[in-house]
Nanobody, 114 residues
Framework: QVQLVESGGGLVQAGGSLRLSCVVS????????MGWYRRAPGKQRELVAR???????NYTDSVKDRFTISRDNAKNAVYLQMNSLRPEDTAVYYC????????WGQGTQVTVSS
């Protein structure tokens, strides 16, 4: 059974940093890309950052120059370094893995206080 296990969320003051981790347990034949999404209260889920197996990245505009996504292909892991956090970054953050099937983690709460 495939599981994506996230960690690293928590409560931080504005301007602070957090690092999210997501590790895939179980076997996925081929992961083409991994990413981080978030859902803020009352809003739809949105893409935060995505990285392909070749290392190409894309970010939503609001996190560019503040967040960095990276991955370890050997460990089937993806990370999100979040710096200069803002209250509007408060959300549940989900990682996903794209193969022919899309897998999702359970989510980790990030709360940024002003």
């Amino acid at each position: 059974q495939v599981q994506l296990v996230e960690s690293g969320g928590g409560l931080v003051q504005a301007g602070g940093s957090l690092r999210l981790s997501c590790v895939v347990s179980g076997s996925i034949f081929r992961i083409n890309a991994m990413g981080w999404y978030r859902r803020a209260p009352g809003k739809q889920r949105e893409l935060v950052a995505r990285i392909t197996i070749a290392g190409r990245t894309n970010y939503t505009d609001s996190v560019k120059d503040r967040f960095t996504i990276s991955r370890d292909n050997a460990k089937n892991a993806v990370y999100l370094q979040m710096n200069s956090l803002r209250p509007e970054d408060t959300a549940v953050y989900y990682c996903n893995a794209e193969s022919p099937i899309v897998y999702w983690g359970q989510g980790t709460q990030v709360t940024v206080s002003s």
